[in-house]
């Protein structure tokens, strides 16, 4: 064997092992699966993200970018908390206007939209009362009318003025009490989505506490994303299950959140004219764009009732709505826009 020959006969095989070592890399950092977070704690319940990756190690830089951004919303939005954001505005903006994040300027911002879609049925100035909800937790005896009615001069969207330019928000009345409880959770979903396409990801779903938003190919065989909703009356058991792409979900209900007083169960949604529980319907669920419309819509339908809620929601040409009545749990009733999402009724 002469010099060459030698050279040729060591050279060929390395050639090919780095080609296919090459090769099998390109593979295995080419090829996506589904990667599953598991439940994590967050505002006050838990969160579940699953995201198409290229590994472990991505799938967890994605899971960190997403729940970094749901940890901002909590720590701004928690108003149980003394020091977050919505706790100082509360305590000083009847005093004077003041300068808020961009985040929850959005987030008062919206919120007032929903109010006036709604006639005031959504309110996120609703804290006064439900604060007297909170306290009904502990004492399992209903505050007397006049505490009622007291809380309820404090309640009332048209009482806060916002100044979109200098980012500010007021409040009329001293005692007024900000409760972003019915929309924060959206909002925040649709922050971790953003995050998530941010860092690359193309499919992914992230489920806050049954606010859901899916984008991309979905883990179905047709490229759809598969989700439940649970029958309030029977929670274990599923109604109906839909299937969607780039939509989100959001499920309101009397079932998981109440008080019981004197034998009857008061749901944490009231009504911010009479202060009441509301009763109607016991799930309300709704599908539109985002998780932050989604969120705000179910809760608002839940206090409009079967027909005015029904009926807003077949005039909001991208939102659909699946309900169920007190009367028949089992028998939900949709919106038009509804049934193409329908994958089966069980
Ligand atoms: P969940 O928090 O179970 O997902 P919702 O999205 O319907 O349910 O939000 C309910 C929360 O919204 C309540 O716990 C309360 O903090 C707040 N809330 C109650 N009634 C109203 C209302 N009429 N408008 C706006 N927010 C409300
Ligand atoms: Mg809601």
């Not at 980012?167 to 409880?181: H, I, Q």
């Not at 989505?193 to 193309?202: C, D, M, N, P, S």
């Not at 077949?314 to 007190?326: F, K, L, M, N, R």
Request: proline share 5%; charged share 20%.
């Amino acid at each position: 064997m002469d010099k060459h020959q030698k050279i040729r006969s060591f050279v060929a095989p390395v050639v090919f092992l780095v080609v296919w070592g090459g090769l099998l890399w390109y593979r295995s950092q080419t090829r996506m699966e589904f990667y599953n977070s598991g439940y994590q704690e967050t505002m006050g319940t838990f969160v579940q993200i699953t995201v198409a990756a290229q590994g472990q190690r991505q799938a967890q830089r994605f899971f960190a970018a997403a729940f970094a951004e749901i940890d901002k919303v909590n720590r701004t939005m928690n108003d149980w908390d003394p020091n977050s954001e919505i706790s100082q505005l509360t305590q000083t903006a009847h005093l004077s206007p003041v300068t808020v994040s961009p985040e929850l300027f959005e987030i008062i911002a919206a919120s007032v939209e929903y109010s006036k879609l709604s006639d005031g049925a959504f309110d996120i100035t609703v804290g006064p009362e439900t604060q007297l909800w909170r306290q009904m937790q502990q004492t399992h005896q209903q505050p007397s009318p006049e505490v009622l009615m007291a809380a309820r001069a404090k309640v009332g969207y048209e009482k806060l003025t916002l100044d979109p330019e200098k980012r500010t928000v007021r409040f009329a009345v001293e005692g007024m009490k900000l409760d972003v409880g019915a929309i924060a959770k959206g909002y925040a979903v649709d922050r971790a989505t953003e995050a998530l396409k941010q860092q690359g990801a193309v499919s992914g779903m992230v489920d806050l506490s049954g606010n859901v938003r899916c984008f991309g190919k979905g883990i179905t065989p047709n490229g759809l994303w598969l989700i439940g909703l649970q029958n309030p009356r029977k929670t274990d058991t599923v109604l109906l299950k839909l299937h969607l792409n780039d939509m989100s979900v959001a499920t309101s209900g009397d079932y998981e959140r109440y008080v019981e007083v004197d034998g009857k169960k008061h749901s944490h949604i009231l009504n911010p004219k009479t202060s009441e529980s509301v009763g109607e319907l016991p799930s309300v669920t709704i599908i539109a764009p985002t998780a932050m419309q989604a969120d705000a819509l179910s809760t608002t339908v839940s206090v409009l009732g079967k027909e005015k809620g029904l009926a807003l929601i077949e005039s909001i040409p991208c939102a659909a709505a699946i309900v169920t009545t007190a009367a028949e749990p089992e028998k939900p009733i949709q919106t038009s826009g509804a049934t193409q999402f329908i994958f089966s009724n069980n």
